[in-house]
């Protein structure tokens, strides 16, 4: 069941956008194969080592900060998997149950540190704020019509009727049962709120209610993450991170939606996991695959209208479909498993695991090293650490940082636009903005690599310069990358606060 959740979440991160469509549809194929024959050892290794060559390769550095928990959890899994094949050991389980501790930590790990990096003022500054810009971009898709009905109607009338038949013959209103109940009601309450506040909208309360949202997400993140690691309060966490990547996959975040389900997947007792059944799974599978063509079929053949908005309904249906089985057992009114948790660390795991979550809190750590400042789990956070103080509430003065590639950069005053999206992840025109040396050599080197001739105005240590061809110019000129270029990665710096959200 991991192994198959987890292929998913690889498939829609290579087809969110196809950016090399003929590894992505071999990709596409091959674990579709895996899947309809029957997802093995050997055919989950061969997924991880060709999706791991293929990001480490052609993709690295310039990723996403759950691809880089992708790879290091990958690296981790080909690492056990093929030691037992080759020592012959029979049981995938063993492998499995050597990975949980591993798996288990670095999903705490992002959910904990990204919590972490929003601890800053303009995170909670609703003028600026990612958690105010992502609200008001599921209010903004809450509110698409279909046939002249905004979203917002069917998908309230489709989870009061599920939770409706959930309820029916549950332990909602049964004696001994005042804390179920009063979470029921709650939740209610909360989506009742939510329908509201899509159909009539913030009015003068925008800025309390980004606040809110803000802290909400730091509550989530940080207070949830750490709160993982109790086994009885891990069920309360997993439902409510499903419905946060429920709400985000509407806006296109189906990619780690994904991953995060294959995670939490590993945190659900095994008396639970008996209740998921093959053949929602499969459908679950049918979804994914569905949405990873759809997601091709808009970028490179034909534009689809509100493409995210569709895959994120497409998926948040998969969800509730596969895990179906195991709201019924958790409402029931007779006898269910009883709900323990699991425990974190397990005697099971090999002591040199142990070095994957030290990779990965490393690279939660860059920022304020002075090191890289995206792909680092610091995404939409509003982090700012680039200068001599940061934007952080408790590091302010940056006072772990080692190195000083963040403060060692050129500004951009003139350039064509055209040339500004050259990096795959970069949306918008770069003038204006500065750029880490590191960072403007990797610029370079892709236009060398595309041919293009690029007249610029930039400035670096005080002075400015103007060239014809930044590309041959013999101070900037990159045939090739090095360890630094390879290694780190960094967003562009904006001038002036607050400090906007951005990738």
């Not at 995938?92 to 919590?115: E, F």
């Not at 709650?186 to 209610?209: D, E, K, M, R, T």
């Not at 019924?328 to 699991?342: K, L, Y």
């Not at 041919?451 to 990159?478: E, F, K, L």
Request: hydrophobic share 50%; aromatic share 12%; glycine share 8%.
């Amino acid at each position: 069941m991991f192994a198959l959740l987890y292929t998913l979440a690889i498939v829609l991160e290579l087809g969110e956008q196809w950016i090399d469509p003929w590894f992505t549809g071999g990709f596409v194929l091959a674990a579709a194969a895996a899947v309809i024959t029957g997802m093995t050892r050997a055919k989950f290794l061969a997924l991880l080592v060709a999706s791991t060559t293929y990001f480490l390769v052609f993709r690295f550095p310039d990723v996403a900060n759950h691809v880089n928990l992708l790879l290091c959890l990958n690296v981790a899994m080909i690492s056990v998997m093929a030691y037992s094949l080759i020592r012959g050991h029979e049981s995938p389980d063993h492998d499995y149950a050597a990975l949980l501790p591993v798996l288990r930590i670095g999903l705490i790990l992002v959910y904990v540190i990204a919590g972490f990096d929003k601890l800053n003022s303009d995170f909670l500054d609703p003028a600026a704020s990612c958690a105010a810009g992502m609200l008001a971009s599921i209010i903004d898709a809450m509110h698409t019509r279909f046939l002249g009905v905004p979203l917002v109607v069917p998908v309230a009338v489709t989870a009061a009727c599920l939770g409706y038949r959930l309820l029916r013959r549950g332990r909602f209103g049964s004696p001994g049962n005042r804390t179920f109940t009063a979470v029921v009601v709650g939740a209610a309450a909360a989506g009742l709120a939510g329908v509201l506040l899509v159909l009539v909208g913030p009015g003068p309360y925008a800025s309390a209610i980004g606040l809110i949202a803000a802290v909400s997400v730091i509550a989530w993140e940080l207070g949830g993450g750490l709160l993982l690691v109790v086994p009885r309060l891990q069920a309360a966490i997993i439902a409510f991170s499903l419905l946060m990547h429920a709400a985000l996959a509407l806006i296109g975040f189906v990619d780690f939606g994904a991953l995060a389900a294959a995670l939490l997947f590993t945190f659900v007792p095994t008396s639970y996991v008996r209740q998921l059944t093959g053949r929602r799974l499969h459908v679950y599978a049918g979804i994914c695959f569905a949405i990873a063509l759809l997601c091709g079929w808009s970028t490179h053949i034909h534009r689809i209208p509100e493409p995210a908005l569709l895959t994120g309904l497409a998926f948040d249906a998969a969800v509730i479909i596969a895990i179906w089985p195991l709201l019924v057992t958790v409402f029931s009114g007779g006898q269910r498993p009883r709900w323990d948790g699991v425990h974190i660390v397990d005697r099971a795991m090999p002591a040199w695991l142990y070095v994957f979550p030290i990779v990965l809190l490393f690279i939660g750590l860059t920022p304020y090293l002075g090191l890289r400042t995206a792909g680092n789990f610091s995404m939409f956070s509003n982090l700012r650490t680039e200068g001599a103080s940061s934007n952080h509430l408790l590091l302010g003065g940056n006072p772990i940082k080692m190195w000083n590639y963040q403060e060692d950069v050129v500004w951009i005053l003139d350039i064509d636009d055209r040339y500004g999206d050259v990096i795959y992840h970069y949306d918008g025109s770069p003038r204006g903005y500065a750029l880490p040396v590191v960072e403007f050599r990797k610029w370079i080197h892709a236009w060398s690599r595309a041919g293009y001739r690029v007249p610029m105005t930039y400035a670096h240590n005080g002075y400015s310069y103007t060239t014809d061809d930044i590309v041959t110019d013999p101070m900037w000129r990159a045939d090739a990358l090095d360890a630094q270029m390879y290694l780190l990665d960094f967003r562009y710096i904006q001038p002036g606060n607050p400090n906007y959200c951005r990738w």
